[in-house]
């Protein structure tokens, strides 16, 4: 290979192309993984936000009063509805994911 005359240039610089579209190609998957894994945590609090305002409304220690709770930087509305019909009473938290998209999470529990 005395008289390579660019060759190794051009290898190097194909190689280049390759693995830059590789990287690029990568890179908005990893960027939904790690908005999804926020969604995630904050559904988890929600939920968990949820469980305990209905442990609490059962347990007479809080009424069935719409409010609003912020926690770790994300605010979370927690609404009341009644049930008649099953005489329950319906807890539901309503939040933002990182998308801005209003997402809400539901359950029931005894009057």
Not at 21 to 36: E, N, T, V
Not at 47 to 72: C, F, P, R, S, W
Request: aromatic share 12%; net charge negative; hydrophobic share 40%.
């Amino acid at each position: 290979m005395k008289n390579s005359d660019g060759y190794i240039f051009v290898e190097m610089l194909a190689a280049f192309f390759v693995f830059s579209f590789i990287c690029f190609s990568i890179l908005p998957i990893y960027q939904k993984i790690i908005a999804d894994k926020d969604d995630v945590k904050i559904r988890m609090e929600a939920i968990h936000l949820l469980y305990e305002q209905l442990q609490a409304y059962m347990e007479g220690e809080i009424e069935a009063v719409d409010e609003t709770i912020t926690k770790n930087g994300e605010t979370y509305h927690m609404k009341w509805e009644a049930e008649p019909v099953f005489a329950m009473i319906r807890g539901c938290i309503h939040y933002k994911n990182h998308g801005e998209k209003n997402v809400s999470v539901c359950d029931s529990t005894k009057r």
